[in-house]
């Protein structure tokens, strides 16, 4: 518990696309939403946890894409944030913070912002909250604060900070941030005692980050300032000024402001933190088996060290492997030497040069009302588990160049095709013709799972007319 009743205002970034822990996470279903650490939580929902008892309720600061995705994972929690902001377009740190800034002065609060990533985990809470009553009482003492990783490794993935003079409250006055070293350098730094890794996550009060911005990057300061006053609600979402905040340069916090002030601070953080940047990364922060090796699924392992192995939907077997990394889902089967996983995001970018929708979508799409997974597909047909959650419907539409047939495997169904409503239980089924105007809604307390089998030309969005209802 924090000795002061001053309020913390977490800020939480929820962007990113995670491309090196592909083929799990895609461009619309980033790390930060899956359930990589805990079998129970996302990362998202982890960080939220883990928040010290005295915060005011979060920002949490997505992308339109996101944005179901986030407020859907803080309801599955029972957690209700202060506001979703989304952005039009990613423009970094600085000016996400600095949204979160103008909004926290215009409720008339000149809150302490506690800055977190979204696909942060963190072992050790006590130790995390400790560092945090640290870090709040240097924020009301004007101070700029990051958090620094006390070094476990040489690791050359992440940029370091050098510790200046000691402040007096394990806190010390920033010297220099540097770029991620090559491995020499940094086993130098951690041999030296004089280096933190740079976490991303920072501790000061609005009014003090919003001056600094303004004296070092002015032109920053200004597209939010615009962005922030042309907001608009819309009903979990506060949505930004979309001109204004898209002619927003895209800069850091490290850069428009950290380097710069003489105001800054680094506390040093030692809690098990990880950012799970990286399948070898994950390996490392997980519970192994006498042989070394985290096995998730149906696995069997013979003659097998060292190795990370993933497995969803089918049998995996392995003989004579040694430091590799396997993960299976259901429309893509990485295998990788652990010592080339930083690499992983050439092969996205491949997948991304080719058009193939893997890096962007899995098979099973999630949706507000629920998830369709397409489960197969031929030149004139196409099949999908449509699961809808209680009290959800589907947007009412017709198709011009595809028929349906719909069949409920549980659940109860309200179908109305053409005005004509009807009610489908377990094992009963319907046809849709092409033209046919309908909609698909789950009136009862249990989800509904359907089948439905397309057939016809044209399967795409393309041929979806959707009407408002």
């Known amino acids: 518990m924090m000795e002061t009743e001053l309020m913390i205002m977490p800020v939480i970034m929820c962007g990113g696309s995670g491309t090196r822990m592909w083929p799990q996470s895609r461009e619309h279903y980033p790390k930060?939403?899956?359930?990589?650490?805990?079998?129970?939580?996302?990362?998202?929902?982890s960080t939220v946890q883990r928040l010290p008892s005295n915060c005011s309720p979060a920002i949490a600061i997505?992308?339109?894409?996101?944005?179901?995705?986030?407020?859907?994972?803080?309801?599955?929690?029972?957690?209700?944030?202060?506001s979703i902001v989304l952005e039009p377009e990613g423009r970094n740190t600085a000016p996400a913070v600095?949204?979160?800034?103008?909004?926290?002065?215009?409720?008339?609060?000149?809150?302490?912002?506690?800055?977190?990533?979204?696909d942060h985990f963190i072992e050790n809470n006590i130790a995390f909250h400790q560092c945090i009553e640290n870090g709040f009482k240097l924020a009301n003492q004007n101070?700029?604060?990051?958090?620094?990783?006390?070094?476990?490794?040489?690791?050359?993935?992440?940029?370091?900070?050098?510790?200046?003079?000691?402040t007096g409250i394990n806190a010390f006055n920033i010297e220099q941030f540097v770029e991620k070293p090559d491995l020499v350098t940094a086993q130098q730094y951690v041999s030296?005692?004089?280096?933190?890794?740079?976490?991303?996550?920072?501790?000061?009060?609005?009014?003090?980050?919003?001056?600094?911005?303004?004296?070092?990057?002015?032109?920053?300061?200004?597209?939010?300032?615009?962005?922030?006053?042309?907001?608009?609600?819309?009903?979990?979402?506060t949505r930004l000024d979309h001109d204004a905040f898209c002619a927003c340069p895209s800069e850091s916090i490290d850069y428009a402001v950290m380097e710069k002030t003489n105001l800054g601070v680094t506390v040093p953080l030692d809690?098990?933190?990880?950012?799970?940047g990286s399948w070898s990364a994950l390996w490392e922060l997980l519970p192994k088996d006498k042989n070394n090796n985290y096995l998730r699924g149906d696995i069997i392992s013979e003659q097998t060290y060292d190795c990370y192995i993933n497995g969803k939907n089918r049998l995996i077997a392995t003989l004579g492997l040694e430091n590799f990394i396997i993960v299976d889902t259901d429309d893509a089967?990485?295998?990788?030497?652990?010592?080339?996983?930083q690499d992983i995001k050439k092969i996205v970018a491949e997948l991304n040069k080719a058009n193939r929708p893997e890096s962007i979508n899995h098979r099973k799409i999630y949706r507000p009302w629920g998830s369709y997974d397409s489960i197969d597909e031929g030149t004139r047909f196409q099949v999908k588990r449509i699961t809808l959650k209680p009290g959800k419907k589907m947007t009412?539409?017709?198709?011009?160049?595809?028929?349906e047939h719909w069949i409920v495997v549980s659940g109860t169904a309200r179908v109305v095709k053409n005005d004509v409503e009807e009610l489908l239980t377990e094992n009963q089924s319907t046809y849709i013709p092409i033209g046919v105007k309908h909609s698909l809604e789950n009136p009862g307390q249990l989800p509904l799972e359907v089948i439905e089998v397309q057939s016809g030309q044209l399967f795409g969005d393309q041929d979806i007319i959707r009407f408002n209802d």
């Not at 949204?99 to 002065?105: E, G, K, S, T, Y």
């Not at 990485?334 to 080339?340: P, V």
């Not at 009412?396 to 028929?403: D, E, G, L, P, V």
């Open 32 to 45: 930060q939403f899956l359930n990589l650490v805990e079998a129970d939580l996302s990362l998202l929902q």
């Open 62 to 82: 997505t992308n339109e894409q996101h944005r179901f995705l986030v407020a859907e994972q803080l309801r599955e929690i029972d957690y209700h944030p202060q």
């Open 98 to 118: 600095a949204i979160a800034a103008f909004m926290a002065l215009e409720k008339g609060q000149d809150a302490t912002l506690l800055i977190m990533a979204s």
């Open 143 to 166: 101070k700029l604060v990051t958090f620094g990783i006390v070094p476990s490794s040489p690791e050359t993935g992440y940029g370091y900070i050098k510790k200046g003079i000691s």
């Open 192 to 237: 030296s005692g004089d280096y933190l890794w740079n976490s991303g996550m920072f501790m000061f009060k609005a009014s003090l980050y919003l001056a600094e911005l303004e004296k070092y990057r002015p032109d920053i300061y200004q597209a939010c300032l615009e962005a922030s006053q042309n907001n608009q609600n819309d009903l979990d979402f």
């Open 271 to 276: 809690a098990g933190w990880c950012d799970v």
């Open 333 to 341: 089967l990485l295998i990788a030497n652990k010592d080339k996983v």
């Open 396 to 403: 009412t539409q017709m198709h011009h160049h595809r028929a």
